[in-house]
C-alpha cells in the first residue's frame, strides 16, 4: 500500500491478556515511531526504530510493553498482561530520513480498548 | 506534568477569517516545534514546523509564531476554509537533529463554519 498500515484498526480484550499490535511502514522508510494517545491526552512517544541501529525504548511505560521490528520493515507492539490504563489510540508512524518526524506519515491507529 | 500546553480544547472561526491555534510550553530545551493535523479515524499529518532559530515560519495559508522568552507559539491560518477544521495538535523537541521523541500538546478541535 501506499501509506502506513496498522493493524487491527480496533481491539477489545480483557484485562490481563496479551495483545499484539502490528505496523507496516511505508516502504523504503528505514525509521519507524510508535506513539499512543490516550482519551483527552496529547500523543505519547513510546519507541523509535532507526535501520539496524538499537531502538529508543525510552518512552515505553513499562516493561509489559515490548516492540520489535524484523528485517527493517514490519513492527509489532506487544502488550502484556493488560491493563485498563493502555487503553488507547496506538499510532505508528515512519519516515525515509532518520528522526524526522516533521517527514513522517501516520498510520491510522489502532484504538485498544481493555475491559 | 505537561510541558507542552494548548489550553483551547475548541475553537470556532467563520469561513474567509483567521484562526489562530496557541500553544506554551515548560521546558526550555525545547528547540524546534511542530503543528499537525488530525482529521477523525487519521493519523495526524504534519502542517507546518519551526526551529528556534527563528522566529517565523510561512507555508501558504499557515504561518507558525514563536515567542522564546514567553514560551509561547502560535499558528495563524488565514484565511481559514472549511477543510481546515480538525483536531491541531502542537508539539516540541530537544534532539537537536533528531526529531523523533516529540512532546505533544492535547489537541485543539478547530471548526471552521461556512
Known amino acids: 500500500g501506499a501509506g502506513v498500515s496498522q493493524s487491527p484498526s480496533n481491539k477489545v480484550t480483557e484485562k490481563g491478556k496479551d495483545v499484539e499490535l502490528r505496523c507496516d511502514p511505508i516502504s523504503g522508510h528505514t525509521a519507524l515511531y510508535w506513539y499512543r494517545q490516550s482519551l483527552g491526552q496529547g500523543l505519547e512517544f513510546l519507541i523509535y526504530?532507526?535501520?539496524?541501529?538499537?531502538?529508543?525504548k525510552s518512552g515505553l511505560p513499562s516493561d509489559r510493553f515490548s516492540a520489535e521490528r524484523t528485517g527493517g520493515s514490519v513492527s509489532t507492539l506487544t502488550i502484556q498482561r493488560t491493563q485498563q490504563e493502555d487503553s488507547a489510540v496506538y499510532l505508528c508512524?515512519?519516515?525515509?530520513?532518520?528522526?524526522?518526524?516533521?517527514?513522517?506519515?501516520f498510520g491510522q491507529g489502532t484504538r485498544l480498548t481493555v475491559v | 506534568d505537561q510541558q507542552v500546553k494548548q489550553n483551547s480544547p475548541s475553537l470556532s472561526v467563520q469561513e474567509g477569517r483567521i484562526s489562530i491555534l496557541n500553544c506554551d510550553y515548560t521546558?526550555?530545551?525545547?528547540?524546534?516545534f511542530l503543528w499537525y493535523k488530525k482529521y477523525p479515524a487519521e493519523g495526524p499529518t504534519f502542517l507546518i514546523s519551526i526551529s528556534s532559530i527563528k522566529d517565523k515560519n510561512e507555508d501558504g495559508r499557515f504561518t507558525v509564531f514563536l515567542n522564546k522568552s514567553a514560551k509561547h507559539l502560535s499558528l495563524h491560518i488565514v484565511p481559514s476554509q472549511p477543510g481546515d477544521s480538525a483536531v491541531y495538535f502542537c508539539?516540541?523537541?530537544?534532539?537537536?537533529?533528531?526529531?523523533?521523541?516529540?512532546?505533544f500538546g492535547k489537541g485543539t478541535l478547530l471548526t471552521v463554519n461556512p
Open positions: 521546558n526550555s530545551m525545547f528547540d524546534y
Open positions: 508539539a516540541a523537541s530537544n534532539s537537536g537533529g533528531s526529531n523523533y521523541k516529540l512532546t
Open positions: 526504530f532507526q535501520g539496524n541501529s538499537a531502538p529508543d
Open positions: 508512524a515512519s519516515s525515509l530520513r532518520r528522526g524526522s518526524a516533521s517527514e513522517a506519515f
